[in-house]
Structure formats: structure tokens, C-alpha cells
T-cell receptor, first 114, second 113 residues
Framework: ETGVTQSPTHLIKTRGQQVTLRCSSQSGHNTVSWYQQALGQGPQFIFQYYREEENGRGNFPPRFSGLQFPNYSSELNVNALELDDSALYLC?????????????FGDGTRLSIL | GNSVTQMEGPVTLSEEAFLTINCTYTATGYPSLFWYVQYPGEGLQLLLKATKADDKGSNKGFEATYRKETTSFHLEKGSVQVSDSAVYFCALSSSDSNYQLIWGAGTKLIIKP
């Protein structure tokens, strides 16, 4: 069973640029959630995709957007990057968005904004 | 709204000591409760879970019991090892928050040999 994989592992960008982060969900999982984790803090929910549709969004501006593909892999796009966007971005997949389903995380993409 | 409160860290213990990390929650309805662990430089790993009152989740010597009467899900381990050093996160998932994971702030655990 292949776990959740994210790419790239590290990325350096400058303010104002755009970035796309990628996530392959665990086999059999149809739900993907994205989180932002600043250094020394807990994860903050960005949004969730279930069967290719957005299924909930946290308190992030519209310049954070996403996609889920028919194979349930997902992308996180961030436009007009700001210094505060520097963080670890985590993707998690689950079998269903339903109650009690644990989310399985990738190792994350470390994004640094200069 | 729903929330999770964890004891502040860091928690520093000697090897083979008993561990408790407190977690309490606020939620309407019947949330599912989780403990995740994050080792240095890595992503989050599910440690254990419980989906209803009085359920006990266990894994790798860690245990936590879903206590609805005290709205708690404290993490315990009888004898910690240096390799248990990590950050531990308590989280909940509930239908009224669309099953998003609501996280505690995390508790850093340091085990000294």
C-alpha cells in the first residue's frame, strides 16, 4: 500500500511569485485535505477535496486554491506569495470524509519565501 | 465552535518514566478523537484514535480513553523511551465542522536517557 506522497519536499520562492504543490493520496482514499503548519505551531486547515469537489475551507484568502483530479491526487496553488506563507504544507488523505476516518499525512513540502 | 486544548510543553521526562499529556475538547455532538505524533523533520503520523465514549485507543504502548463526562482524551504511556521524543497533537473531527480536523497546539515531549 503506497502512502501519501508530496512533491517537492523543499521549495524556495520570492514574494509575489506563484507556487504549485502536489499530493498523491493513499491508494483507495478519495478525500484530500491540505494544512499549513508554521514553525512550532499546530496545523491550520486550508481546504478539503472530496471526489474532486471542495468540501470545506478554512480561514485562508482566495489566493490559496486547489484541485483534485479523477485519480484523487491533488494540487495546492498559492498566488502572490507573501513572507508569511513560509511554512510546512501538509497533505492528508482519508478513505472518506466521514466521521471517524483517520487522515494519513505525507511528509510535507517546506516552502520558504524570500 | 469546536476546540482542543492541550497541556503546554515542553514536557521533559527521564527514560522509563510514566507519561501523561492532557487533552480536553469542546464540541457539540459526538466527535471522533485522535492523537498524532510528529517526529523532527517529518510529517504527522496517526498514533491512535477513538470514535465513541469510553473507547480506548492504543498503539506502540500509548493509550488514550475517550471520556465524554470530562470531555478529555489524555495520552498515557507507562514507560517512555528516548525514541518517543516528538511533538504530540490531539485533534477532533465532528460533523458540525464538516469533519475537518481541529487541532490542539501540540505538546513537545523530550525524553532524557
Amino acid at each position: 500500500e503506497t502512502g501519501v506522497t508530496q512533491s517537492p519536499t523543499h521549495l524556495i520562492k520570492t514574494r509575489g511569485q506563484q507556487v504549485t504543490l502536489r499530493c498523491s493520496s493513499q491508494s483507495g482514499h478519495n478525500t484530500v485535505s491540505w494544512y499549513q503548519q508554521a514553525l512550532g505551531q499546530g496545523p491550520q486547515f486550508i481546504f478539503q477535496y472530496y471526489r474532486e469537489e471542495e468540501n470545506g475551507r478554512g480561514n485562508f484568502p482566495p489566493r490559496f486554491s486547489g484541485l483534485q483530479f479523477p485519480n484523487y491526487s491533488s494540487e495546492l496553488n498559492v498566488n502572490a506569495l507573501e513572507l508569511d506563507d513560509s511554512a510546512l504544507y501538509l497533505c492528508a488523505s482519508s478513505q472518506d470524509r466521514g466521521r471517524g476516518q483517520p487522515q494519513h499525512f505525507g511528509d510535507g513540502t517546506r516552502l520558504s519565501i524570500l | 465552535g469546536n476546540s482542543v486544548t492541550q497541556m503546554e510543553g515542553p514536557v521533559t521526562l527521564s527514560e522509563e518514566a510514566f507519561l501523561t499529556i492532557n487533552c480536553t475538547y469542546t464540541a457539540t455532538g459526538y466527535p471522533s478523537l485522535f492523537w498524532y505524533v510528529q517526529y523532527p523533520g517529518e510529517g504527522l503520523q496517526l498514533l491512535l484514535k477513538a470514535t465513541k465514549a469510553d473507547d480506548k485507543g492504543s498503539n506502540k504502548g500509548f493509550e488514550a480513553t475517550y471520556r465524554k463526562e470530562t470531555t478529555s482524551f489524555h495520552l498515557e504511556k507507562g514507560s517512555v523511551q528516548v525514541s518517543d521524543s516528538a511533538v504530540y497533537f490531539c485533534a477532533l473531527s465532528s460533523s458540525d465542522s464538516n469533519y475537518q480536523l481541529i487541532w490542539g497546539a501540540g505538546t513537545k515531549l523530550i525524553i532524557k536517557p
